[in-house]
């Protein structure tokens, strides 16, 4: 088989969540174990740091990355969905697991996995494990998939733990209460290890003291820490951060979402530096003002043109939504137009309740099976007072709103994470 056809086996074999939804969905570790056990529990030769979180997990998991590469380690970097490419989700030092190692890994091992019949991300994290161990990787900063308890990530033991935050999202499978959900993602917290809180609210903080204290991990709460002193944003976009431990980083991610994700990282960083990371302060400085040319990240607040203003982004819950609505009213611009789209096991109605009623919209759907369709999302939002024209497909809605949109305008474009995927696509096609 070619790269292609290795995807397509794995898309048709073993179904992807990001496609399909619910039905991919698999609960409980025990395909997990089984691939863990065939290859030998190759998450053992290395280090690892467990990143979970409705949202910034992403965001912070490529800074911690960057900046330990900057350190000098060999820095594996698992993360999900992708944006163009399935090997977006497994790299080390930025550079992606190669083509002929995904087509090997499907090759020799296909006759153990198929009878198990794993989902794609359970083969996906067994695939990214033993890519690491193999390449002899320091350290593997890994990302929840969804959830926590029950993630096939979860059979790691990491040198620390980190939980971003706690909102709504995936309620079909982490409960629909805060505590419910920060129980799922708590689940990570091991004996011993110390973990890192981002954000909580008064439901979610005695959910995480409780785990933290049943499993005798150190907790550590970034808010009451408070490292990140003050904070700046120069003209083109990018934060400048004064903080307790280093006097003046300069942020690559330009999101209001990226001030809370910092002061984590801050106090992720100390911790790490207390248990014997070796890392300098040029580290730092270097890590969070080249993390996208350093790891890949794509789709934070990405800035994608000028004259029209063009800025992506992968937010999709009310959480991120609520940052992205408030960073959108804050701009400067002429007439604003939202390119937008989303997938239907969202809170669709929560996020459309915080979009500016003041823009001019460009309804479209991803090409993912889960995508709310165009017109369906168009009868939503005439409900919350938002107005537009439907378009069948992202390219179409962006170039309608490229042509209405004056040098003054600014042009938003996101919903979904396969919103901006499908916009990078079809941009990188047209080069």
Same mark, same amino acid.
């Given at each position: ?7 397509? @086996? ?17 609960? +409980? ?16 030769? @290395? ?77 996906? &994290? ?81 959910? @995480? ?99 029209? &203003? ?39 109605? +929560? ?8 823009? &001019? ?17 168009? @009868? ?9 024209? &439907? ?23 996101? +919903? ?16």
């Amino acid at each position: 088989m070619n790269y292609k056809e290795t995807l397509n @086996f794995l898309y048709e074999s073993a179904p992807m969540f990001q496609q399909v939804g619910k039905s991919a969905y698999k609960e +409980g570790l025990s395909n997990t174990y089984e691939l863990d056990e065939h290859f030998n529990h190759p998450h053992q030769k @290395f280090k690892t740091i467990h990143i979970a979180g409705t949202n910034g997990k992403g965001s912070c998991s490529h800074t911690l990355a960057a900046i330990l590469q900057s350190a000098g380690y060999k820095v594996g970097l698992y993360t999900s969905p992708h944006l163009i490419d399935f090997r977006e989700r497994i790299r080390i030092n930025g550079e992606q697991i190669s083509e002929e190692y995904v087509i090997k890994f499907v090759e020799e091992e296909r006759s153990f996995f198929e009878p198990l019949y794993p989902s794609f991300f359970e083969l996906t &994290t067994a695939m990214a494990f033993k890519y690491f161990a193999d390449q002899k990787v320091d350290v593997a900063v890994i990302e929840v998939g969804l959830g926590g308890r029950l993630d096939c990530t979860n059979v790691i033991r990491p040198d620390l733990c980190i939980i971003t935050n706690i909102s709504f999202d995936h309620t079909q499978f982490l409960g629909k209460e805060l505590a419910l959900i920060a129980a799922e993602k708590a689940g990570i917290m091991k004996n011993g290890v110390p973990v890192v809180i981002g954000e909580t609210t008064k439901e979610t903080k005695p959910v @995480f003291t409780l785990k933290a204290n049943e499993v005798k991990a150190p907790i550590f709460f970034a808010e009451e820490e408070q490292l990140l002193w003050r904070w700046e944003m120069n003209n083109r976009g990018n934060w400048y951060y004064f903080t307790a431990d280093y006097p003046k980083l300069k942020g690559d991610l330009g999101g209001f979402c990226q001030l809370k994700n910092t002061n984590t990282v801050l106090l992720a960083l100390r911790i790490l530096k207390r248990i014997g990371y070796n890392i300098s302060q040029i580290a730092v400085e270097k890590g969070f003002s080249r993390v996208c040319e350093l790891t890949g990240l794509m789709g934070r607040w990405q800035k994608l043109g000028s004259a029209p &203003t063009i800025i992506c982004d992968t937010g999709h819950n009310t959480g991120g939504i609520t940052y992205i609505a408030d960073q959108l009213s804050k701009q400067k611009y002429k007439k604003l137009h939202i390119v937008l789209g989303m997938v239907n096991d969202k809170d669709i109605n +929560g996020v459309l309740a915080l979009l500016p009623k003041d823009a &001019t919209y460009y309804f479209t759907k991803a090409s993912v099976k889960r995508a709310l369709y165009e017109a369906d999302l168009q @009868f939503l939002a005439s409900k919350a007072g938002l107005t537009g024209n &439907t378009y069948t497909d992202v390219p179409k809605a962006f170039e309608a709103a490229k042509k209405n949109a004056t040098d003054k305008d600014f042009i938003f474009v996101g +919903g979904s994470s396969f919103i901006v995927a499908d916009l990078l696509i079809y941009l990188k096609g047209k080069k």
